[in-house]
């Protein structure tokens, strides 16, 4: 069992910052990608930003520049630094790990529970 739990959201005003924090536990051979993913009412869930266990980056176009994904390979973390927040910035924001799991040795693919960013105008 791979468990993922998120902390950071909460209300911010346009123009302001907020860091999303997501920490991995339990059987865990191997983290290769964690990533960031935030669903707003109404809209697909869609991938903010995710980083790989060698450091390789990636980003949605609409946070470019504006967040930054950074990770603690030996701490099975991963955080998200938004800056310059807008109201479309919005939305549920979920963390997910991809690696292998142990006991029996297979892949996962787990999610958070999803944490709320509200970005007022």
């Known amino acids: 069992q791979v468990r993922l739990v998120e902390s950071g959201g909460g209300l911010v005003q346009a123009g302001g910052s907020l860091r999303l924090s997501c920490a991995a536990s339990g059987s865990l051979f191997s983290i290769n990608t964690m990533g960031w993913y935030r669903q707003a009412p109404g809209m697909q869930r869609e991938l903010v930003s995710s980083?790989?266990?060698?450091?390789?980056?990636n980003y949605a176009d609409s946070v470019k520049g504006r967040f930054t994904i950074s990770r603690d390979i030996a701490k099975n973390t991963v955080n998200l630094q938004m800056n310059s927040l807008t109201p479309e910035d919005t939305a549920v924001y979920s963390c997910?790990?991809?690696?292998?799991?142990?006991?029996?040795?297979?892949?996962?693919?787990?999610w958070g529970q999803g944490t709320q960013v509200t970005v007022s105008s």
């Open positions: 997910n790990a991809k690696g292998i799991k142990y006991a029996p040795q297979r892949p996962f693919d787990s």
């Open positions: 980083i790989t266990a060698d450091g390789s980056t």
